[in-house]
């Protein structure tokens, strides 16, 4: 097949958290010439005419969607499969739909929340959109502590030590006018649930999603008083000390078995909660009574060789180009 990798369009001098999507984008092109596809990998900017013409000039049959913000901002993300949509092309990943409601982080967490599934009550979000209120979720049970995210942004955009405040949820709320302009221009705050973190991957299997080896994030020598969360530095800052002192591990069964189910029989009711596609990726904290506690659904997770999907691929002993068909194929309907 034709297949073409487009990413959104990043300035040379950008940071190392927009730069990452080359990285993916280079890999999957990789993967998909060894599959023997003719591959072409393209740039998308808000301009989506440009894209369009680019796409229907190549001839291409399938897209490998790595398109994850517009103009600088993760609110337009689901704009360019929209657009596909519209030509009636398809795409890998989850729908545009799927797509714009897992990044909305309140839309989202009220959709976990209606269908039962515990994630952190929160306030916001600012500026106001009609999704929130000043404090919506269920009654607060994870403390008085927040953390202040992005409403729309990923990849730890904003997240530090200040991101964690105490207080009443008016008093939170207060706070997030001064936070908005460094969080993509919108943000919320949301309960900070204290305990261990895991990262669940799942990949679309000939017999519908496979929930890969979970992963647990670890806090090494951390300072006492220090959160331990995984802020903009743990991902993307090789030289600091929370890059280098949060490894990734694979636990397994044991003491943590009935743990280890749960999260997973968890991240298979996202998966069919948002419709999802392809591949994606459900983040939780697990609560000291052992809770887990849903913060995002990721559709379209990272895929850049040293990311969790990848890591979780080698520990499943799936190789990245097995992946890749997969998420192909599905794409295309092969198999239906």
Not at 52 to 80: C, K, P, Q, W
Not at 175 to 192: D, I, V
Not at 269 to 285: N, T
């Amino acid at each position: 097949m034709r297949v073409a990798v487009v990413h959104h369009a990043v300035d040379p001098e950008a940071p190392a958290d927009e730069q990452d999507v080359l990285d993916q984008a280079a890999a999957v092109a990789s993967a998909l010439e060894a599959l023997e596809h003719d591959v072409s990998v393209l740039p998308c900017t808000l301009n989506l005419g440009y894209i369009r013409r680019d796409l229907m000039t190549y001839g291409a049959d399938a897209v490998f969607n790595f398109v994850e913000s517009l103009h600088g901002t993760g609110r337009l993300i689901h704009l360019f499969p929209s657009l596909l949509d519209a030509m009636g092309l398809p795409y890998t990943g989850s729908s545009a739909l799927s797509i714009l409601i897992t990044s909305h982080k309140i839309l989202a967490k009220s959709r976990l929340q209606a269908s039962g599934i515990r994630t952190p009550s929160w306030v916001g979000p600012f500026p106001p959109d009609g999704s929130g209120d000043d404090v919506f979720g269920a009654a607060k049970d994870v403390g008085d502590v927040w953390i202040i995210k992005s409403l729309w942004e990923h990849a730890s955009i904003g997240l530090d030590e200040t991101s964690i405040v105490e207080g009443r949820s008016k008093d939170v709320a207060a706070m997030l006018p001064q936070r908005a302009s460094l969080l993509g221009g919108a943000c919320f705050a949301e309960g900070f649930v204290e305990g261990r973190e895991f990262n669940l991957s799942l990949l679309t299997g000939p017999e519908g999603p496979q929930v890969l080896p979970p992963a647990e994030i670890l806090f090494e020598d951390f300072a006492p008083g220090t959160p331990r969360m995984v802020g903009y530095e743990a991902k993307w800052d090789p030289g600091s000390h929370a890059y280098q002192n949060t490894p990734r591990r694979f636990p397994e069964g044991g003491e943590d078995g009935p743990l280890l189910h749960e999260l997973t029989q968890a991240a298979l009711r996202c998966w069919d909660l948002f419709s999802l596609r392809g591949y994606a990726r459900v983040d939780f904290r697990v609560d000291h009574q052992g809770r887990p506690w849903v913060l995002e659904v990721n559709a379209n997770p990272c895929l850049s060789p040293d990311a969790g999907f990848a890591a979780a691929l080698e520990q499943a002993g799936i190789p990245f180009e097995e992946a890749i068909r997969r998420i192909l194929e599905e794409t295309v309907g092969i198999g239906d």
